[in-house]
């Protein structure tokens, strides 16, 4: 893991050609008190490529972000200053300012601290210290197009033309994908799309705004599952100044922020019953209800929904309206998981890793022949946000021009598992660091290796497994190995495969567990601290993976201290994914 370590900061530039690059690089404005994080946050900012621009308080932020004043991109925002606190500023700037990503920090996150800062309108909230990874990670999904606010930040967020195109992939499903979202375009008819977790249907959200004629408006994402329950309705509808106690303001909710443009109502399947109502009444009556108010508000929105659950199902189990189903599914777009469009798994490779590449400042030829066939053979459960999150993390790891196997070891691990041990790998997996095996009744035991069936080799080949204890030929993969079981403190002791001894390792554990999650969805049950991940139950039957996946993500849960981004990272699935699991499983604290 990165540390936030002073590096290179980048300069006022000089040249004609320096002065372009400079205004084609986002400005990151930096606000914070104390100097020295401000200097370390600088020097981080700078390294990452970003332009930084320091203030040292909420005034002079406040002024800065005036409208007509200076252009920045993006926020971060030290909660707790002398003078105008962070919330202050907020509250100050949202009026003129709604999409400009405004990254909030604290040094005493709690729960009402995060809410209080989402309310306010905080894009995202990180509690200190925070590793470089993460902050990372922040700013760049919060500049990803359709996100950021427009240049001058005077004028209501422009769309940004995005050609269709890039939506890449060169599978008939995805051409196909690709000729409904040309179609889709055109009209303003109601889309839903649906597709598992990771297929791309945001980007498609996204494309499709940018083609329509309301690119021209906001398009404003709204991930249904990823908001805590009591913010929804306000967030989606806003409510009055004192429609409840703590409603200090009057809040525009996103209904009204999309007038003109596109509202994407992503994980659909996850809104409350009495909020479905409400959605229904938006979109028969053309206004809204905010919290509060006796007025109604006429709304002018196109609406794009998308769910990676089957809402059909939904409908059928009395979960989701019927009559809402209909609103939603005019023009429906299916997006086929990546395994069932394998031409398109090397194309979007090689553009990653062209993107990554660049980022992390390597030069990456491509891919080996065996790599490459991992990759095509390999199922993908996290589609294409995997493959994404791999290739990162095999440009990462590499310090050769060309990615081999070696540079894969989760899909590695993950694909043999899969051949070995069933048609399917532990969810979670092969984002989450190397497998967990345990013997019946949690006894250490060697791994179980079926005799017959094959794994990728280094050469590409596919071989007979080896015996227990053999170390696979080229592939560098333990086999045999012991189990390895969250004893102790709950840790697990993770065993990379050879030649990986140096790879990144799960970030050491911040002080508290803070912001992410209610403190009731953190707190370990006592017995499950020592307790393995069992594969086997007392009769010596493998358990349902079900249970073996709650296990994992309790292991998960106490592992990252509840951050919710790093758990999904880790686990390799969408937030929004996990946020039901969580709830499923009665561990997000709303209980
Ligand atoms: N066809 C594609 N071409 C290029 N990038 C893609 C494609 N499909 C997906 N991606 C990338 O994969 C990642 C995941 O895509 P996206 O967030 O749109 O998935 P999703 O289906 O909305 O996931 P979730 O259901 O978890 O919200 C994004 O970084 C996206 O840019």
Request: overall charge neutral.
């Amino acid at each position: 893991m990165q540390s936030l370590a002073a590096g290179r900061v980048s300069g006022r530039p000089s040249t004609a050609s320096e002065r372009r690059i400079h205004h084609m690089t986002p400005t990151i404005l930096i606000v914070d008190d104390d100097p020295a994080q401000r200097r370390l946050l600088e020097a981080t900012i700078g390294r990452f490529g970003y332009r930084p621009r320091p203030v040292g308080s909420g005034e002079e932020a406040v002024r800065l972000l005036m409208p007509g004043r200076e252009r920045v991109d993006a926020v971060l925002l030290d909660l707790t200053m002398p003078g105008l606190s962070g919330i202050d500023v907020l509250n100050q700037v949202r009026p003129t300012r709604p999409h400009l990503p405004i990254l909030v920090f604290t040094a005493h996150g709690g729960i009402d601290v995060a809410v209080q800062a989402m309310r306010a309108g905080a894009t995202d909230f990180m509690v200190k210290p925070v590793s470089a990874d993460r902050l990372q990670i922040a700013i760049r999904q919060a500049l990803r197009p359709g996100v950021a606010d427009d240049l001058d930040g005077v004028a209501p967020r422009r769309g940004r033309p995005m050609p269709v195109t890039d939506i890449l992939g060169d599978s008939r499903a995805i051409r196909a994908v690709l000729g409904l979202v040309a179609r889709a375009a055109n009209s303003t008819i109601p889309i839903l799309i649906e597709g598992e977790s990771g297929v791309g249907k945001e980007l498609i959200a996204r494309a499709i705004h940018a083609r329509s004629d309301r690119a021209h408006g906001p398009l404003v994402t709204v991930n249904c599952g990823a908001i805590p329950e009591n913010l929804v309705e306000t967030l989606l509808f806003g409510h009055e100044k004192g429609a409840f106690t703590g409603a200090s303001e009057r809040h525009i909710g996103k209904f009204q922020e999309a007038s003109g443009g596109t509202l994407f109502l992503d994980e659909i399947g996850e809104l409350r019953p009495d909020l479905q109502v409400k959605l229904l009444r938006a979109l028969q009556a053309g206004e809204i209800d905010p919290v509060g108010s006796k007025q109604p508000v006429p709304i002018d929105i196109r609406l794009i929904s998308a769910t990676n659950r089957n809402l059909w199902d939904l409908v059928q189990t009395g979960q989701f309206r019927d009559d809402l189903y209909y609103r939603l599914n005019v023009f429906p777009i299916y997006v086929p998981p990546l395994r069932d469009r394998r031409d398109d798994i090397l194309v979007l490779a090689r553009h990653f890793i062209q993107r990554f590449e660049a980022a992390e400042g390597k030069r990456i030829r491509g891919l080996t022949e065996a790599a490459e066939r991992l990759l095509t053979t390999y199922h993908w459960p996290g589609n294409v946000r995997q493959l994404e999150n791999a290739i990162f993390r095999a440009v990462v790891l590499s310090d050769v021009d060309i990615l081999d196997v070696e540079h894969f070891p989760q899909v590695q691990q993950a694909a043999y598992r899969a051949n070995g041990f069933g048609d399917t790998a532990l969810p979670g997996d092969y984002g989450a660091g190397p497998p967990v095996y345990a013997g019946p009744g949690g006894q250490p035991s060697l791994a179980p290796t079926p005799g017959g069936l094959a794994y990728p080799q280094a050469g590409g080949q596919m071989a007979p497994a080896p015996m227990p204890g053999t170390p696979m030929p080229g592939t560098q993969m333990p086999v045999g190995r012991p189990m390895l079981v969250a004893a102790g403190g709950g840790q697990p002791a993770p065993m990379m495969p050879q030649g990986f001894a140096q790879a990144p390792m799960p970030a050491p554990m911040p002080p508290a567990p803070q912001g992410s999650l209610p403190a009731a969805g953190l707190r370990p049950r006592d017995d499950e601290a020592e307790a393995p991940i069992r594969a086997f139950d007392e009769a010596g039957h493998i358990r349902p993976l079900e249970e073996i996946e709650a296990d994992i993500i309790r292991m998960a849960l106490r592992q990252y201290r509840g951050r919710v981004s790093e758990m999904a990272r880790r686990l390799g699935i969408g937030r929004s994914t996990l946020y039901r699991k969580l709830r499923d499983l009665g561990l997000d604290g709303t209980d």
